[in-house]
Nanobody, 128 residues
Framework: QVQLVESGGGLVQPGASLRVSCEAS????????MAWFRQAPGKERLFVAA????????VYADNVKGRFTVSRNNAENTLYLQMSNLKAEDTAVYYC?????????????????????WGQGTQVTVSS
């Protein structure tokens, strides 16, 4: 079984930067696409960014493109999301997700249905 644990969330001011991390344990996800989603209060969980197993393909949601950077360190079984120029509308619980099928897939999906494993989430609040 796989456990995903996010960390690094917190309260920051608009314009600040923050990095959240997701560590995988149990079965390795090094050969699978990993992604970040976020969910604001009362809203559905939405796609933020995804990265293939080798980092060759990276996809972002339009509203974070140019501000967020997703990366992974397979040697440390860790996924990262570096967020800069944060806005109030970025406030949400951030979840990491891992695909558990189709190893070494070069195609990225933005759908929640494409991910088998989920973390418990980390809260990011952007407020002055």
């Amino acid at each position: 079984q796989v456990q995903l644990v996010e960390s690094g969330g917190g309260l920051v001011q608009p314009g600040a930067s923050l990095r959240v991390s997701c560590e995988a344990s149990g079965r390795t996800l090094n050969n699978y696409t990993m992604a970040w989603f976020r969910q604001a209060p009362g809203k559905e969980r939405l796609f933020v960014a995804a990265i293939t197993w080798n980092g060759a393909t990276i996809v972002y949601a339009d509203n974070v493109k140019g501000r967020f950077t997703v990366s992974r360190n397979n040697a440390e079984n860790t996924l990262y999301l570096q967020m800069s120029n944060l806005k109030a509308e970025d406030t949400a619980v951030y979840y990491c997700a891992g695909a558990g099928v189709r190893p070494r897939n070069s195609v990225v999906t933005r759908s929640k249905l494409g991910y088998t494993y989920w973390g418990q989430g980390t809260q990011v609040t952007v407020s002055s």
